[in-house]
């Protein structure tokens, strides 16, 4: 067998007395030169040799990238020959099918899992649509009813310039979450700001609907509403509420302890004892809570 090194053109005089033979025979078949012939085969046989040597270091380098997997194997091997020389074939055998059996278990679980999450991530683009089209919706049905937002928020900003001297602003929008309503007044973000926003808006929503013929007719705040208000801010809400209901007729029912009238009072300097109605307690020793005795 030849190696790549000692492949070359035969070189023996017959064959060039041949060839130059049959160029006088055969003038119109034999047009090349000796000479041209085995420098054409020369390089045939270069580039052959480049070709082949390429394709050795291919193979030499995937015999050296598969020697670690070989030794995986080979280690496999030779753990399986212990363990069937220490306990026998039949013991293997049963302890490879549990383990075959666990991880089709395994695999079954995997699988339903898998199923599962593609469901639910079906869901979840069905789920990501109907928002799109409800939020859709919603925008449309909030342009479709611009004058009622106008008007709720030009009331808005009515009442909050009562109590600020500035006009505030009602910012209504429409979200994945819904609508969104954003009172805001031309002060800090204080807790005591907060409960006036609050307050605000309640008179708005309850002059709107008034105007279209719904609502209670009546407004109820707790006196938490106003722990966080100063004294004379606290008053003036009171003042405007009081206001608001001769103006409307919608009764405002402030539901406060006697001590926070007198800190309105005091730090205001307006009197509310128009206001306040008079309370008288009906409890007696045989009465109870709802009809519920505490004995």
Not at 223 to 240: C, K, M, N, T, Y
């Amino acid at each position: 067998m030849r190696t790549l090194e000692t492949e070359v053109f035969t070189d023996a005089p017959n064959i060039e007395r041949l060839f130059e033979e049959a160029r006088v025979i055969f003038p119109d078949l034999v047009t090349g030169r000796y000479e041209e012939v085995k420098r054409f085969h020369e390089r045939l046989v270069t580039n052959r040799q480049s070709n082949l040597q390429s394709e050795i270091s291919a193979a030499q380098l995937r015999i050296v990238n598969r020697q670690p997997l070989r030794a995986q194997i080979e280690a496999r091997r030779r753990r399986i020959t212990q363990s069937l020389r220490a306990s026998g074939p039949a013991d293997e055998l049963l302890r490879l099918r549990d383990e075959l059996a666990e991880r089709e278990s395994e695999l079954k679980q995997f699988e339903g899992r898998l199923q599962e999450a593609r469901r639910l991530e079906a869901r979840i683009d069905e789920l990501e649509y109907e928002v799109e089209e409800a939020v859709r919706a919603l925008r449309q049905d909030r342009r479709e009813r611009s004058t009622i937002v106008d008007t709720a928020s030009r009331t808005f900003s009515e009442i909050s310039e009562l109590l600020y001297e500035r006009p505030g602003q009602l910012a209504i929008s429409a979200t994945d979450m819904g609508l969104r309503f954003l009172p805001q007044t031309p002060s800090d973000g204080s807790a005591g700001v907060m409960s006036m926003e609050i307050f605000c808006f309640d008179l708005t929503l309850a002059e709107l609907a008034q105007r279209r013929g719904e609502g209670p007719g009546f407004i109820i705040h707790d006196s938490h509403l106003f722990e966080p208000v100063d004294g004379r801010q606290f008053a003036r809400a009171l003042q405007i509420a009081a206001d608001f209901s001769k103006r409307t007729g919608i009764q405002y029912i402030a539901l406060l302890n006697s001590d926070e009238i007198r800190r309105a009072e005091h730090e205001s300097g307006i009197s509310f004892a128009d206001y306040v109605l008079p309370t008288k307690l009906s409890d007696t020793p045989d009465g109870g809570l709802f009809g519920i005795r505490f004995d």
